[in-house]
């Protein structure tokens, strides 16, 4: 019960915003070019989606998407592991990956798309460049983790350092590790878009770029709001397989106890 009275707040709340957003455009009589109101905004994304618009550049995105977050993902935890083993590796592979972060990526989109090209896997790269941080100083953080008594009683039972990884400091780790999962996802929606913003043949950001040359502000806001309802899905399905992934850590059987309390799911 309390969690249908929380979902229909939820929608209230957001009718009320849409509606003081409505009246505010229209009192103030705000030009549409600078501020369209919702109902423009809603008129642009009924007609992007029944012509299919919007849904054959959406698929291209979520392809960009998924693809570099896959590829940073891989990559970040391959040397986020090297690095939490090794103090070696730290010592002369960490300073180069902090000054790469450093680098705006926005800069670095244009030189990703002269390298690859306008096609998909320019778009990828700069997905996976993006997202790839967050979850590298997860990894490391999450896998240093791990109790040193039990990794030294582990050594004393002649466990292999490969068990020790697999057995301790990996699920050690997993909390810190989809966290960074939760963050490298939307970082490589943004790391997508900010590509198809350079050079693009197709997608979501190449399509608000075509709206801007027209000035078809409420085309780009409908686009907004299907980049940030993908965002939101996109970090919806992460949560899911967080809460299967870590069934058994405290923090997570809080989160459950506390939504069941407030009647959530």
Do not use: C
Request: cysteine-free.
């Amino acid at each position: 019960m309390n969690g249908v009275r929380n979902a229909s707040l939820r929608v209230l709340l957001l009718i009320a915003s849409l509606a003081v957003w409505e009246g505010a455009v229209r009192a103030l009589r705000v030009p549409a070019f600078i501020l369209p109101p919702p109902s423009q905004v809603g008129a642009a994304l009924y007609r992007g989606s029944v012509s299919g618009i919007y849904l054959q550049h959406l698929w291209i995105t979520l392809a960009e998407t998924l693809l570099g977050f896959l590829l940073g993902s891989v990559v970040a935890f391959v040397v986020g592991t090297a690095i939490a083993a090794s103090p070696r590796t730290e010592y002369f592979l960490y300073p180069y990956i902090v000054m790469f972060q450093s680098m705006p990526k926005v800069a670095l989109a244009p030189l990703v798309v002269v390298w690859f090209g306008l096609g998909l896997t320019s778009k990828v790269v700069s997905a996976a460049l993006i997202s790839f941080f967050p979850l590298l100083v997860n990894t490391i953080a999450g896998l240093r983790s791990a109790d040193e008594d039990r990794v030294d009683l582990m050594r004393s039972l002649a466990a292999s350092e490969l068990q020790i990884f697999r057995m301790l400091r990996l699920p050690s780790a997993l909390p810190f590790i989809m966290a960074g999962l939760e963050v490298a996802m939307v970082f490589s929606l943004v790391g997508a878009i900010v590509a198809e913003f350079v050079g693009a043949e197709a997608g979501l950001g190449m399509l608000i770029q075509s709206r801007n040359f027209s000035m078809d502000v409420a085309g780009e806001f409908a686009i907004l709001f299907i980049l940030a309802v993908l965002g939101l899905l996109l970090n919806a399905a992460l949560v899911s397989v967080r809460r299967r992934v870590l069934f058994w850590d405290p923090s997570q059987k809080a989160a459950l106890n506390s939504a069941s309390l407030r009647g959530g799911p």
